[in-house]
């Protein structure tokens, strides 16, 4: 194989990356503003978690 061959195969492998993407991307299951909420929750709770401050009964001082 003469390596100008590899020109149009790493040509096509980055076209097919780039239309996997966008129509990932584009897929209805994934929506930005309830996944940055959701990440905000998990961080809010993550923060009262290290600071100690914990709702369950059974963790009283």
Same mark, same amino acid.
């Given at each position: 194989?003469?390596?100008?061959?590899?020109?149009?195969?790493?040509?096509?492998?980055?076209?097919?990356?780039?239309?996997?993407?966008?129509?990932?991307?584009?897929?209805?299951? /994934? !929506? $930005?503003?309830?996944? +940055?909420? *959701?990440?905000?929750?998990?961080?809010?709770?993550r923060?009262?978690?290290?600071?100690? /401050? !914990? $709702?369950?009964?059974? +963790?009283? *001082?």
């Amino acid at each position: 194989m003469h390596w100008w061959m590899l020109i149009p195969i790493a040509a096509v492998i980055v076209i097919s990356l780039c239309g996997l993407f966008r129509w990932a991307s584009g897929a209805a299951e /994934i !929506d $930005v503003e309830n996944a +940055r909420e *959701r990440f905000r929750e998990e961080e809010d709770w993550r923060g009262l978690h290290r600071s100690g /401050i !914990d $709702v369950a009964p059974h +963790r009283q *001082r």
